[in-house]
């Protein structure tokens, strides 16, 4: 059975009040992309969109053309980031409640509970050291959990909604920050079936520790299935002392990102466990995070469109095996200030979305008919 693929997508591309306030007036993800530098020989910076331009998600006719892109390449859905810090607060929230109210694109959704605070660095006046400020703080509380699944429910009930066995699919980015997970799917399980749903297909995601303890732990508490994005943590815990070290070098004296060869870590992205009935594996196209933390940001070196089809081919054939559900996630549709997309750009053009579909066609080919 051929995999669906469910796009993460950031809807950051317009201008906000708060960020207004903490950035300066019109800021953008766009502000940092459009500044970024190269920071060492061979850094592909800065990386410039082409089909779509800098665009504003304010517009509809943006939006309409995400979707068909994604559609004609083979792409299922998006998920979309979704910020509720408790009692009513919510950030970005434009671009979905404008693709909700006015029924286009007509293109899968979901949502990804981005359930984490806000912060930021910014420098003291003298440049003598870097203070960190909460911007936005999440918070939690029993009397949140029923506003918070009423205010998501004409989502939850639009046609466009991505099910899973028939019911709304929704996760959770950081599952271990919720104070008791297990309260909290027990009651929106709870009012999906008072307000005409099956349920609620609770989905959460685990980018470090990643080990079949916790997987199972987080089955237990409750959710149908974990989505695991290994990243971050093959770029942790692969460290020797001698990398360290040389790290510590790069960053301090040499003034250089951290640097990992995507040829070398991509084969990692996929392990056995996540080829499991209740396990959903991530794709993962890139990665540059230095235009939101320069020197000390992080970068996938020599991401290509050949390397990133043998990815998706490794891991799409893999999960074309489960017996059910089977899908991925794609690590991003559009996070260009991490380097970290699919969309169209001036070096690559559609290569990374023709990797996609021609990943999807290969595997379809050599899959026996049943």
């Keep these: ?81 979704h910020y509720w810090f408790g009692n009513g607060k919510r950030e970005l929230e434009r671009p979905f409640n404008e693709v909700l109210n006015s029924g286009k694109p007509d293109f899968p959704f979901m949502l990804c509970w981005a359930n984490e605070s806000w912060t930021a660095k910014f420098w003291n006046p003298d440049g003598s050291k870097i203070d960190r400020k909460v911007l936005v703080e999440q918070t939690y509380s029993d009397d949140d959990i029923d506003r918070h ?9 639009d046609k466009r909604y991505i099910r899973i066995e028939g019911k709304p699919a929704f996760m959770i980015y950081k599952p271990l920050m919720l104070p008791d997970a297990q309260a909290f799917i027990r009651r929106w399980q709870c009012l999906a079936k008072e307000n005409g749903l099956d349920g609620i297909y609770f989905l959460c995601q685990l980018q ?107 891991v799409l054939r893999g999960v074309s095996k489960k017996e059910s559900n089977p899908l991925v996630f794609l690590k991003s549709w559009n996070e260009w200030g991490e380097g970290n997309y699919v969309e169209p750009d001036i070096k690559f053009g559609h290569g990374f979305l023709e ?16």
């Excluded at 699944?149 to 009930?157: G, N, T, Y």
């Design 149 to 157: 699944f009423m205010e998501l429910l004409p989502a939850f009930l």
């Design 208 to 314: 470090m520790d990643i080990t079949d303890e916790v997987i199972h732990r987080l089955l237990k508490e409750g959710f149908d299935a974990v989505n695991t994005c290994r990243l971050f943590d093959i770029w942790v815990s692969r460290r020797t002392k001698g990398q360290l070290i040389t790290r510590a070098f790069d960053r301090f004296i040499r003034r250089i990102p951290g640097i990992r060869e995507y040829s070398e870590m991509y084969p990692k992205f996929l392990c056995d466990i996540d080829l499991s009935e209740n396990v959903v594996p991530t794709l993962i196209p890139n990665w540059d995070h230095t235009p939101r933390s320069g020197v000390t940001g992080t970068v996938l070196h020599g991401a290509t469109p050949e390397l990133f089809k043998a990815h998706c081919i490794e």
């Design 1 to 81: 059975m051929t995999p669906k693929i469910i796009a993460f997508y950031l809807p950051q591309y317009h201008p906000t009040q708060h960020n207004n306030d903490w950035w300066g007036p019109g800021f953008t993800e766009w502000t940092n992309v459009a500044k970024a530098r190269p920071l060492y020989k061979g850094h592909y910076q800065p990386k410039i969109p082409a089909d779509l331009g800098f665009y504003d998600l304010r517009l509809p006719e943006t939006r309409e053309a995400q979707a068909k892109l994604a559609k004609d390449y083979g792409i299922d859905g998006f998920c979309y980031y």
């Design 355 to 370: 990797a996609i579909k021609d990943a999807i066609k290969e595997v379809e080919d050599s899959t026996p008919n049943l």
